[in-house]
């Protein structure tokens, strides 16, 4: 299996900043989310478990042992580490290197591992000959605040593609907030101020149901304050509140409208953390705010953000505007809920890793396990000829499989595809390793089997279903969860179909599949034997194997007398000469050259590929009103009875005797090239 190993090393906490402490805990956050990483992490001097706990307590990282390293920066110190580092690197065979800290990044410049070598510039003055260094010899560089990577973009050649950026980062959002001013409410968190007074009583003056919540760290000078205020400026609905725990603020972020983290005093076009923090807390509640126009802000709202504020007057328009036009309101609103997304986990996450695992050139493997591949033979060639390690683990039946080979090829795989959720499924669900993907592809067969019951589903990463009927039928009932379910349809090679057709084919039909019995052969019997009375013309052509050459079918007893009955109907028949088998074979592209009309007669399918086979090639699909049908075929070729195929057949063939018939807008989707990519996408996202 494809790993990504890291080692961390970190100069001293003790030197370190907060900001810096949490910024590196995101950062090993981020990475030990990915079971595939491992992660060493070195200190630059001894670490208590407290002060490990406050960057991670994620069982999996591995803390070395420092050695000798010493607290000072000294020279001889600085090629302790250096040789330290060098010789964990000849151990390990690193992909990556991140070097915590300003002193150490002259370290990074040792020929022996830079080019694996990522430093992490925490928040301190540089020197440009040291950026530029660092522009010039690592392939990138990790940052901690917007201010560090403008200054690296700034000052340096580097490519903006080069600077990673460690945000601050939220909870994902699992809903979608309403966009509304329901209190005419601001909440404020700071001191209570002249400003704020005059913020106050301008709004209320012009909004009468206008209030305000001041979330102070000083609630007892605030509200002495407010006392002596109210009793000779009347300014009630003006509250302080103990600002005391984080729950809190969010509670009164939902109770509010509005947020004012405006600050008069500021100069500075980048990074202001506490503030960033705050409009975060307010945008993923869909709460707009009023804040300062700088360069941050403006990048991550849009230049074009409608509350913000140059000056405390502006501020003061702004809050007025917010409740006055719920269309801005609604505006600023849905913008701050937006850009809460880029600092989201899974964001931020997906965003770094993808950056971090272009350090390992090693090809993936995929795994594709099943007793049965004949509808994946497309996508399996598709991966053997993309940049992937390609491994079968072929089953003998639904539930026979070599479990020493099974167990020795999961051992290699990123990737495990079952095809049918049958046994392969509840086996790979029930032991598939840390780090890899399971993903199990359902057509319509297992519905009438036990095996889902048993699968673990914490273990899967998505079930694909091929088409929407059975998509909502596995739903409803084998209750797969929903949230593990994906559509993506079964694939024809619209390409490989598209041969010139033969002459005087305008009354030939074919089936492909007859057997078991529930592809109804006997409809098809029946609908050829009323064409072949109004026209002699017309020709059945049977494609697939028949019931002797399957051996399970020949020990059901009711089914074979079934067959029976069908195929003396046929031998008895004046028309048994027009009725050709083919066989079984991959020549069923030639096969189609031949046919104007494609039947499904099934009681039921989950796609049918046979159809839309036929339909790449040209033939109009005739097909019965299965569960589902009108979901991927065309209504106006779809039948509920025998005359209504037979009436259909003989309308479309008095209509496009000398019409080329074209498929291929409805066909296009199912192609193997989009579905081999959807696939691709899906699994190697």
Not at 48 to 56: C, F, I, T
Not at 238 to 267: C, H, M, Q, V, W
Not at 357 to 375: M, P, R, S, V, Y
Not at 424 to 435: C, E, I, K, T
Request: net charge neutral.
């Amino acid at each position: 299996m494809k790993r990504l190993k890291i080692l961390l090393y970190i100069e001293q906490l003790s030197t370190v900043s907060p900001h810096s402490i949490e910024r590196l805990s995101s950062l090993t956050s981020v990475l030990m989310s990915d079971e595939k990483v491992a992660l060493d992490i070195l200190p630059g001097s001894p670490m208590s478990k407290e002060a490990q706990a406050s960057l991670s307590t994620n069982q999996k990282i591995t803390w070395l042992p420092n050695g000798n390293v010493s607290k000072e920066m000294e020279d001889e110190t600085a090629t302790d580490i250096s040789n330290k580092i060098s010789e964990l690197e000849n151990k390990s065979n690193y992909h990556i290197i991140i070097l915590h800290g300003k002193e150490i990044m002259s370290l990074a410049l040792c020929d022996k591992y830079k080019q694996k070598v990522i430093p992490f510039l925490i928040d301190k003055n540089y020197q440009y000959s040291e950026l530029e260094k660092v522009s010039k010899n690592f392939p990138a560089v990790f940052v901690e605040s917007y201010k560090m990577k403008h200054l690296l973009l700034q000052t340096t050649d580097l490519l903006e593609d080069k600077v990673i950026l460690i945000p601050p980062i939220i909870d994902d959002i699992l809903s979608k907030p309403e966009f509304c001013n329901r209190y005419f409410s601001l909440l404020y968190k700071g001191k209570l101020s002249n400003e704020i007074i005059s913020i106050f009583q301008t709004t209320k003056r012009k909004q009468t149901l206008f209030s305000m919540i001041i979330l102070s760290n000083h609630l007892v000078k605030e509200r002495e304050k407010l006392s002596f205020l109210n009793r000779y400026r009347k300014i009630k609905g003006l509250t302080a509140i103990e600002n005391d725990s984080p729950e809190k603020f969010n509670r009164l972020i939902y109770e509010s409208d509005l947020g004012y983290l405006f600050d008069y005093s500021s100069t500075s076009n980048y990074e202001q953390r506490e503030t960033l923090k705050e409009l975060l807390a307010f945008s993923i509640q869909g709460k707009p705010v009023i804040v300062n126009r700088n360069a941050q802000f403006e990048e991550i709202l849009g230049e074009d953000y409608p509350l913000f504020a140059g000056s405390l007057q502006e501020s003061k328009e702004k809050i007025i505007l917010a409740f006055r036009n719920q269309e801005i309101y609604k505006i600023a609103s849905e913008r701050c809920f937006k850009a809460s997304f880029r600092y989201q986990f899974s964001h931020v996450s997906n965003y770094i890793l993808k950056k971090l695992w272009n350090f390992n050139q090693e090809k993936e493997t995929i795994l594709f396990a099943g007793h049965d591949f004949k509808f994946l033979k497309d996508y399996i060639a598709f991966c053997e000829r993309s940049q992937l390690n390609v491994l079968i683990d072929k089953w003998s039946s639904h539930n026979v499989h070599n479990l020493e080979e099974s167990q020795q090829l999961m051992q290699k795989a990123d990737a495990i595809f079952c095809e049918w959720g049958l046994g392969n499924a509840v086996f790979y669900s029930n032991h598939r390793l840390p780090g890899q993907q399971l993903f199990i592809r359902v057509h319509r067969q297992e519905l009438e089997t036990n095996y889902l019951e048993n699968v673990n589903y914490k273990n899967v990463t998505n079930v694909i279903a091929i088409s929407p009927y059975i998509f909502e039928e596995f739903n409803r009932l084998k209750k797969i969860p929903r949230d593990k379910l994906i559509l993506i349809q079964n694939m024809v090679d619209i390409k490989k179909y598209q041969q010139p057709k033969k002459e005087n084919i305008t009354h030939n039909l074919g089936i492909i599949g007859i057997l078991p019995k529930l592809k109804r052969i006997d409809r098809v019997i029946d609908i050829f034997d009323k064409l072949w009375k109004k026209d002699k013309r017309y020709k059945l052509f049977i494609k697939g194997k028949l019931p002797e050459e399957l051996p399970w079918l020949k020990n059901r007893k009711t089914e074979m007398e079934y067959f029976t009955e069908v195929f003396d109907k046929i031998n008895d028949s004046p028309w048994k000469d027009h009725v050709f088998f083919d066989g079984h074979g991959d020549d069923v592209a030639e096969w189609l050259t031949n046919i104007n009309y494609m039947l499904s007669t099934s009681d039921i399918e989950s796609f049918h590929l046979a159809p839309m086979e036929g339909m790449a090639s040209g033939a109009t699909p005739i097909v019965f009103n299965w569960p589902g049908a009108d979901t991927i075929y065309p209504k106006e070729f779809i039948v509920n009875n025998i005359d209504e195929a037979v009436e259909l057949i003989v309308k479309l063939t008095k209509e496009d005797k000398k019409k080329d018939n074209n498929f291929l807008p409805i066909v296009e989707k199912y192609d193997i090239s989009n579905i081999n990519e959807r696939l691709n996408k899906l699994i190697f996202k």
